[in-house]
């Protein structure tokens, strides 16, 4: 009998008011890898409409994008913002939208990123901690699902 791998590829999101990180799986969902970070215009439906574009032109099977979550589990104003925010990429996009706790992993990305030695400067570090932070939620995603043996 022969393996027959799933090949699909995910996007994942880490929202930002400013910016969006942006990572990808491979295309057997064992890895998440960071991407580009996607500058905001501010204005809802085009920025969903750009991210919906993204994840296309890459070839995506599906979104997951970063919840953000009090400590406690608890939901914020960001995390309504994010709820807000994700109507408008479902609207834009006939891909299945998933979410993803993403507690820490700005945090985490910002911690690794000094650990590596990655320059301070201030637009190349912000830029580098989004994706970093989406290729984080996507991996949390991907163990996750991992576990239940589908994606």
Excluded: W
Excluded at 56 to 78: F, H, M, T
Excluded at 115 to 128: E, F, H, I, L
């Amino acid at each position: 009998m022969c393996y027959n791998p799933v090949m699909e590829q995910l996007i994942a999101f880490d929202i930002g008011r400013k910016r969006v990180g942006v990572a990808y799986s491979d295309p057997f969902g064992e890895y998440a890898m960071p991407g580009d970070t996607y500058f905001r215009c501010g204005d809802f439906s085009a920025d969903a409409a750009a991210l919906a574009k993204i994840a296309r032109e890459r070839g995506a099977s599906a979104i997951v994008c970063g919840l953000p979550l009090n400590a406690d589990g608890s939901e914020s104003e960001q995390t309504a913002y994010t709820r807000r925010f994700l109507e408008a990429l479902q609207g834009a996009t006939e891909l299945p939208v998933y979410t993803e706790d993403e507690r820490f992993t700005t945090l985490q990305a910002r911690q690794d990123l000094c650990t590596m030695g990655v320059s301070s400067k201030k637009d190349k570090k912000k830029k580098s901690v989004d994706s970093l932070a989406a290729a984080y939620i996507l991996e949390g995603y991907l163990a996750k699902h991992k576990k239940g043996g589908e994606l």
